[in-house]
């Protein structure tokens, strides 16, 4: 299984960016993803989740109502739509899916993830 994540680039503060997270190699009837950055110097931190079973959502406080996640199931592909990006925004994006379901509570743990990408860098410059 791999996930290729695209989309990355440079962006003005105050503009929008869609990431994508393709999965390849084994075909999901439906899979929980989400969506983890590491900016430089800083720890990796929680983004997004999309949950499985369902489709709940759960978002980082400093993302929230600016960021959306989404996925499509037939097409075995995450995404993350950003908007009103800020230069704090900036780090590398990593996507990660679970081909298990992960109770809400848990969507924010990277260690339930059963693949990951490779990181996709997203810079929003000032």
């Known amino acids: 299984v791999q996930l290729q994540a695209s989309g990355g680039g440079l962006v003005q503060a105050g503009g929008s960016s869609r990431l994508s997270c393709v999965v390849s190699g084994r075909t999901y009837d439906n899979f929980a993803a989400a969506w983890f950055r590491q900016a430089p110097g800083k720890e990796r931190e929680f983004v997004a989740a999309i949950s499985w079973p369902g489709r709940s959502t759960y978002y980082a406080d400093s993302v929230k109502d600016r960021f959306t996640i989404s996925k499509d199931n037939a097409k075995n592909t995450a995404y993350l739509q950003m908007n009103s990006l800020k230069p704090e925004d900036t780090a590398v994006y990593y996507c990660?899916?679970?081909?298990?379901?992960?109770?809400?509570?848990?969507?924010?743990?990277?260690?339930?993830?059963?693949?990951w990408g490779q990181g996709t860098l997203v810079t929003v410059s000032s």
């Open positions: 990660a899916v679970s081909e298990n379901p992960i109770p809400a509570p848990d969507t924010r743990d990277a260690h339930l993830y059963d693949y």
